[in-house]
């Protein structure tokens, strides 16, 4: 899985023929969900830069007898206890984002995980869970074919291909933001030569309009440049191991 993926670079050759492409889940989620983390994703990487983000939305089965969130977060806190919520896996980054959701709301709600994120959507579909935080593009069709109700994007600002659902924030839950990211690393201790050279490639790569229009197309947003640099990834990587340890430890979670 990503964590071994990234654990191999993490003990990797600093010579920069090899480099991962971290996320939210090995990078932000490991050291607080894990009783014994693979590495430290802090202090074991050279970081090259951050490339795309994607935000979480959060969608219900179309028979749950709500209009909005705020009505979702009524009901949910009314019926917590005869609820379920679905998720790709067990810390996957369709799990934690709705820790963060039932935090907000003031609920404990059931979790159901699946193997996979697509199976977890076909139950919210059918009606056996009630709702799931999906990745914004492969939500975007059952969404389009109005299979879900989609309640909100867990994002500072409203998404390009789902323009008309507001961010969390605007519907009634402040703060509740969950952007799935995607950055580079290299091993710790590469030669700063190489970091700079391969964080270039990465921002000549990204500011391709070819890659801008494929990305944009799945719902990937790409960082703006003042973002990219090895310097904000590695702030920015200090910065989600804590904000996202306090859901998760909130729910007991732990991978041993």
């Known amino acids: 899985g990503g964590a071994l993926g990234a654990q191999r670079i993490a003990r ?5 023929y090899t480099f991962v492409m971290g996320n939210v889940g090995t ?16 202090t074991d990487f050279a970081p090259v830069g951050l490339t795309t983000e994607s935000p979480r939305l959060l969608v219900a089965r179309k028979t749950l007898p709500i209009e909005d969130l705020k009505g979702f977060a009524a009901y949910v806190k009314a019926h917590q ?24 709301i003031g609920a404990t709600v059931t979790h159901v995980p699946y193997r996979g994120a697509a199976p977890a959507m076909q139950d919210v579909i059918g ?15 059952q969404v389009q074919e109005k299979n879900v109700r989609a309640l909100a994007v867990l994002s500072p600002t409203r998404s390009a291909i789902l323009p008309d659902v507001p961010t969390a ?6 703060g ?7 950055a580079v690393f290299l091993p710790k201790g590469t030669p700063d030569a190489i970091v ?18 494929r990305l944009d197309e799945l719902g990937l947003s790409i960082v703006p440049p003042e973002r990219r640099g090895p310097d904000y990834l590695a702030a920015y990587v200090k910065e989600e191991v804590a904000r ?13």
């Not at 005869?82 to 998720?87: A, H, T």
């Not at 964080?199 to 500011?207: C, I, K, P, R």
């Open 244 to 256: 996202w340890a306090p859901p998760i430890k909130a729910a007991g979670l732990k991978v041993e």
């Open 81 to 104: 206890g005869e609820m379920s919520f679905g998720s790709g896996g067990l810390g996957s980054a369709t799990h934690v984002p709705c820790l963060l959701v039932n935090q907000a």
């Open 12 to 16: 990797g050759t600093p010579d920069g």
């Open 169 to 174: 924030t605007e519907a009634g839950l402040p």
């Open 196 to 213: 700079k050279k391969l964080s270039a490639a990465v921002n000549q790569t990204l500011d391709d309009p070819l890659v801008k229009k």
């Open 127 to 141: 009606g056996r869970i009630d709702y799931m935080c999906d990745s914004i593009q492969t939500a975007l069709p």
């Open 176 to 182: 509740v933001e969950a952007n799935a990211w995607n």
């Open 27 to 42: 990078h932000a989620y490991h050291p607080t969900l894990y009783a014994k983390p693979l590495y430290d994703p802090v």
